[in-house]
């Protein structure tokens, strides 16, 4: 069993996160979602909530938050980090070590030495292929982050290319390749 920190930011593709999110639990992974708050604009954190059985968490001030400091207490609680599905913003945001949400802020508080991180993008080909997305991947890369390539295919927008979330199974396959290495 896992300790298994979940990030999701504002994709089409949230929904398979919610499948990943019930496939590790049912594996009986301990699963703690956390959403950008554009993710919670999409759907609801409580939909995570019902799948793992656990809160997810989307701000760590006013009313929402658990403790004094949620980046911190998350981040030690963590055993592995999967952000999936992770936008153009968030990989933006990583790449750069800005803290200006929860998700960015626990991504920094945790030890890379000790928690494997995997990140799985997801967005339209044309911005999976731009520039600036591929020099942050590469970044992330850099700092030890796993990449779960995405798929190719038809995304929500109706191009066609790499940019489509990869399925839940195989976001499932790269984390326990992960853990066992
Ligand atoms: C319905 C909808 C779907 C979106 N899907 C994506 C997506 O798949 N990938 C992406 O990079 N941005 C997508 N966006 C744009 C992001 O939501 C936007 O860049 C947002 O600022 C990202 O916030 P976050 O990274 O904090 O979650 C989508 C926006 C909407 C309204």
Redesign the pocket.
């Known amino acids: 069993m896992t300790r298994v920190l979940l990030g ?6 949230l929904y398979k996160a919610c499948d990943l999110a019930s496939k590790l639990t049912q594996d009986g992974d301990e699963v703690r979602c956390v ?5 919670a ?2 759907v609801a954190p409580q939909l995570f909530e019902a799948v793992t059985g656990r809160p997810a968490a989307t701000d760590e001030f006013g009313a929402e938050r658990e403790g004094a400091m949620d980046h911190i207490a998350l981040a030690r609680w963590a055993e592995a980090l999967v952000v999936a ?7 933006g ?1 990583l790449a750069h070590g800005l803290a200006d ?1 929860l ?1 960015g802020t626990l991504a920094l508080a945790i030890d890379p030495a000790r928690v494997p991180r995997l990140v799985a ?4 080909p044309v ?1 999976y292929a731009s520039a600036p ?1 591929q020099r942050n991947l590469a970044r992330l890369v850099e700092d030890g982050w796993t990449l779960c390539e995405p798929d190719t295919g038809r ?2 927008c109706e191009d066609v290319g790499p ?1 489509r ?1 990869a399925e839940p199974e195989r976001l499932r396959a790269a984390l326990r390749a992960l853990l066992g290495s």
């Open positions: 999701v930011s504002a994709s089409v593709a959403l950008t708050r554009n993710a604009k999409l599905p992770a936008t153009a913003a968030l990989i945001r949400d998700l993008p997801a967005m339209n911005m997305v995304v929500a940019g979330l």
